[in-house]
């Protein structure tokens, strides 16, 4: 079970999207991200286990991009197996239940280009009962604010990866406030923390989907009060 969970992780940081793909060299002709990852799902490996191995597999490679060892190319073939991924665990984050408690507008903001993490909240949150109006990745303040109008009540998350890009997220989260004051905003991604939420104006922060979720019952049940 361990072996085949490392194997998908191995795939992930070395971008070895499926069999067929001819890269990296030294896995040519072996299983790839896609094609272990259905193995691991019919052998009951839990789709949590799977998706720590990714998540372990990315922070390694972008451990080695810091480190210059691998550059671009390398974390976008990265990027693309564990969308491979990805794609056989959709179903089981989204199995929740069906009514809809309310609707969420989400997007990795202005500037960035990072949506695996962004993608993931989407999946758990549905999964959760809620409707999620993704706008996907590089969205600009203007794109959030007609989604807003167009979602009267929403709730609205911005996803961040850069450091440089969490300036762009704190202009979108004011540009929104100055809007619609009452629209309560969840900022996450890996270089933010409740700190820097707070001070840019954002009513929460999350590290995780599921913190996501727990922000967004706990605005609907104050909001229904
Ligand atoms: Co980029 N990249 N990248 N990259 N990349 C990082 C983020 C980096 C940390 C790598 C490194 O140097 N170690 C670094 C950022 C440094 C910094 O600013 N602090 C970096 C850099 C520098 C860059 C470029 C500038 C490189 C260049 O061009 N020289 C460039 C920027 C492009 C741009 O956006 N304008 C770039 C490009 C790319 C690719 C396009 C090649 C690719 C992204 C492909 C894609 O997303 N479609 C990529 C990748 C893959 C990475 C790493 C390796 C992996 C990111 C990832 O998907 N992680 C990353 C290194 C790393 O993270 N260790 C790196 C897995 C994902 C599940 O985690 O996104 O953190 P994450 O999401 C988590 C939580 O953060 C949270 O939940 C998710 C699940 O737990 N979360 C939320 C996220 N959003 C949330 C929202 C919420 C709540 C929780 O509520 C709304």
Redesign the pocket.
């Known amino acids: 079970m361990n072996e085949i969970v490392e194997r998908i992780g191995l795939c992930v940081e070395r971008g070895k999207i499926n069999k067929a793909s001819p890269f990296p060299v030294t896995m040519k002709g072996d299983d790839g991200a896609d094609e272990l990852t259905k193995q691991a799902l019919e052998a009951d490996v839990k789709p949590d286990a799977i998706?720590q191995a990714?998540?372990d597999g990315?922070?390694r490679?972008?451990?080695r991009?810091?480190r210059n060892e691998v550059?671009?190319?390398e974390?976008?073939m990265?990027?693309k197996a564990?969308?491979a991924v990805m794609a056989h665990l959709e179903p089981f984050f989204k199995l929740g239940t069906v009514k809809v408690k309310g609707k969420f507008v989400?997007g990795?903001v202005t500037?960035?280009?990072?949506?695996?993490?962004?993608n993931?909240?989407r999946m758990v949150v549905e999964g959760n009962g809620w409707e999620v109006i993704d706008l996907g990745?590089?969205v600009k303040p203007a794109k959030f604010l007609d989604a807003i109008k167009n979602a009267p009540g929403c709730i609205v998350?911005?996803?961040?990866?850069?450091?440089?890009?969490m300036a762009n997220m704190a202009k979108t989260v004011q540009e929104i406030k100055s809007i619609y004051p009452s629209t309560s905003i969840?900022?996450?991604?890996?270089?933010?923390s409740m700190d820097a939420a707070l001070k840019m104006g954002a009513d929460g922060?999350?590290?995780?989907?599921q913190?996501?979720v727990a922000?967004l019952e706990k605005t609907s049940a104050m909001n229904t009060v």
């Open positions: 998706l990714c998540n990315m922070q490679i972008g451990e991009f810091s550059f671009v190319p974390l976008l990265a990027a564990m969308h989400l990795t500037g960035d280009l990072h949506d695996i993490g962004k993931l909240v990745a590089d998350g911005l996803s961040a990866l850069l450091t440089t890009t969840i900022v996450g991604g890996a270089p933010l922060y999350a590290p995780n989907p913190g996501a922000f």
